[in-house]
């Protein structure tokens, strides 16, 4: 009967390996969740109105920061997260807020108006004030450096986001068509901010007029990146202001990188997610929601490029002034014919394999300049046992690696997940030599528990990808185990090749068979190979069995006189592949069919 693959083949292989081990994983810097703002506002201890406005951008986000680190450049998000929960936040916060939703006012403010007239670029040169920019003037145009690459950057932006991917402008207020920038020192590590211009209401209205502030001492590319990233981060205001800071952030981030076309500036983000894919898509940590551009690039790039599918999702929260993102999230997917979001999900982790040197032009348009992925844990020896309390959290997931040596049998996985388990498992088996990866799904039962046999031989590595299905939820709690079987998936009591009148008869038997759904034979003209499939069709197996089961094939397509190489290759109901060794036979002289 004709053999039906039942494995799916998926991806192109790129050569080397899939993730760093633990030992290298990136360093990040100290991360900050916008609930911590919550849980303990009561430590923001500053005096009650000790935020002024003449305190300046800066010294308003140290206060409401209260010692804590902002982890990314952008404090937009979360400025628009804490103005929507403001009734959480201490008064010190509250009052920060407040500062920092007031325009800045500036000394001899010398304010010019972009060539195309859509943008008012605010800034000082008074050496007094700490928002003074450089007053350098290479190209003696009577204008600042700065603010010429201000004006440069701010054109690039519209052109790239507002012309060419169809987002709306940046709305300027009910009092002209000009949109304010202002440049003022916002302190070390920060580059810009988009600061609504009322405050978040709870009406239908969902849109928000707001201004852009910028670092004064911007320099270099940085500059194109602070303003893409806050022209993104204003255009999305236009359009609504009740999307949580992770897919706001991810968004401005996608959209910056459509201007700018370089990841780089959020590399240390993006390493952060890569390795923290058990933390939930819809995390608050302010530098998660950065990587989680990822996200909006698997989106955006797995259809046509040009990120309809975002823009849609956006305009739906527009149009609903809602803020749960996530069912909005599922709509547009399953409108757009895409599958459901947690299909969606499924195979964006998929897509996390193929980044950094794994990058193999089919997956995320900028692949290879993106951090490798990283595993949670890499498994060289066996047998091996998960640590204690695994656990991933909804819409998350944990990757883990079995690296192969060339040992004969077959690596025995056992997974336990819990009862009902949310939790589905994929395994991405990649051989060795130039063959595509396989996908397979371990298929968990009522219990949540599965179990999977890889042939190990000529496996390379395999990628154990877990993944809790669910949008929302406690974590979820699973264990594995993987251990070498030696007699996985067959083990053969003798194979030989000899010659017949009818050319070459190939005779093999199997002691045990587990799992093997047919086989193939290959031959070759030379030892080393390469070896070629001449079985029209799979021989079907003799089933699971632990007694002798004896096969036959006959060779007619021979030429007298010459010695072939044989060997045969069990199929498992994965469809993975096992080889035998390799036997030969002479074709007797006698035989004179070509």
């Known amino acids: 009967m004709p053999f039906k693959r039942r494995s799916l083949a998926i991806f192109i292989l790129v050569a080397g390996r899939l993730a760093m081990s633990s030992e290298t994983r990136a360093a990040t810097k100290e991360d900050l969740r916008i609930s911590d703002f919550y849980n303990n506002s009561s430590s923001l201890d500053l005096p009650h109105g000790s935020s002024k406005k003449t305190d300046g951008a800066g010294r308003q986000i140290d206060n409401l920061l209260d010692g804590r680190t902002l982890p990314i450049p952008c404090a937009s998000s979360l400025l628009q997260e804490l103005r929507r929960h403001r009734e959480a936040l201490g008064d010190s916060a509250r009052d920060a ?44 145009n009577g204008v600042p450096d700065v603010v010429d690459q201000v004006e440069e950057a701010l054109e ?42 009322r405050d978040i209401p709870s009406t239908p209205q969902d849109d928000a007029f707001s201004h852009i502030l910028l670092d004064s001492r911007l320099e270099g590319a940085a500059v194109l990146s602070a303003v893409a990233h806050q022209v993104s981060h204003a255009s999305l205001l236009g359009l609504s202001t009740r999307s949580p800071a992770w897919w706001t952030e991810a968004t401005a981030a996608w959209l910056e990188i459509q201007v700018t076309g370089d990841p780089a500036p959020h590399r240390e983000a993006l390493a952060a997610r890569l390795e923290r894919l058990d933390a939930s898509l819809s995390s608050d940590s302010l530098l998660l929601s950065l990587g989680d551009l990822l996200w909006a690039s698997y989106l955006a790039e797995r259809r046509e490029g040009k990120g309809e599918e975002v823009r849609q999702i956006w305009l739906e929260l527009s149009l609903r002034g809602a803020d749960r993102i996530l069912p909005i999230l599922d709509e547009v997917l399953r409108r757009n014919g895409q599958g ?5 999900y499924r195979e964006f982790t998929r897509w996390t394999l193929f980044t950094g040197p794994k990058n193999d032009g089919d997956h995320f348009r900028l692949g290879s ?20 309390g695994e656990t991933v959290e909804p819409l998350g997931a944990s990757l883990f690696r079995f690296v192969g040596d060339g040992t004969r049998g077959g690596l025995k996985i056992r997974f336990e997940g819990e009862a009902s388990s ?69 083990e053969l009591s003798s194979f030989g090749a000899l010659p017949s009148p009818g050319g070459i008869t190939l005779q093999w ?63 498992t109901v994965l469809g993975l592949p096992e080889r035998s060794f390799v036997v030969s036979a002479r074709v007797s002289d006698e035989r004179t069919q070509p």
């Open 340 to 344: 459901d979001l947690q299909e969606a």
């Open 369 to 388: 300049l993106y951090p490798p992925i990283v595993p949670k844990a890499t498994h060289a020896a066996f047998p091996v046992e998960s640590a204690a």
């Open 422 to 490: 949310p939790l589905q498992v994929d395994l991405v088996i990649t051989p060795a030599g130039a063959s595509h990866p396989h996908l397979v799904e371990l298929k968990l039962d009522s219990r949540g528990h599965g179990e999977i046999g890889i042939p190990w031989r000529g496996v390379r590595e395999a990628v154990m990808i877990v993944r809790h299905a669910a949008w929302e939820g406690a974590p979820a709690r699973f264990r594995y185990s993987a251990q070498i079987d030696p007699l996985y998936p067959f």
């Open 97 to 140: 807020l407040r500062g920092l939703s007031q325009r800045p006012s500036l000394p001899r403010d010398g304010n010019r108006l972009t060539r195309d007239g859509r943008y008012r670029i605010h800034f000082t040169s008074e050496p007094s004030s700490p928002d003074a920019i450089a007053s350098s003037d290479r190209d003696f």
């Open 509 to 571: 038997a199997t002691a045990t068979e587990t799992d093997v759904l047919g086989w193939q034979v290959y031959r070759s003209e030379y030892s080393g190979g390469p070896f070629t499939r001449i079985s029209p069709l799979a021989l079907p197996s003799g089933a699971d069995s632990q007694e002798e089961t004896d096969y036959v094939y006959q060779d007619a397509s021979v030429i007298s006189g010459r010695r072939y190489y044989y060997l045969v290759e069990a199929i």
């Open 156 to 197: 690039r932006s519209e052109t790239e986001i507002i012309l060419h991917l169809g987002w709306p402008s940046p709305a300027s207020g009910p009092q002209g068509d000009r949109y304010d920038v202002y440049l003022v020192n916002l302190g070390p590590g920060r580059q810009g901010l988009t600061v609504p211009d």
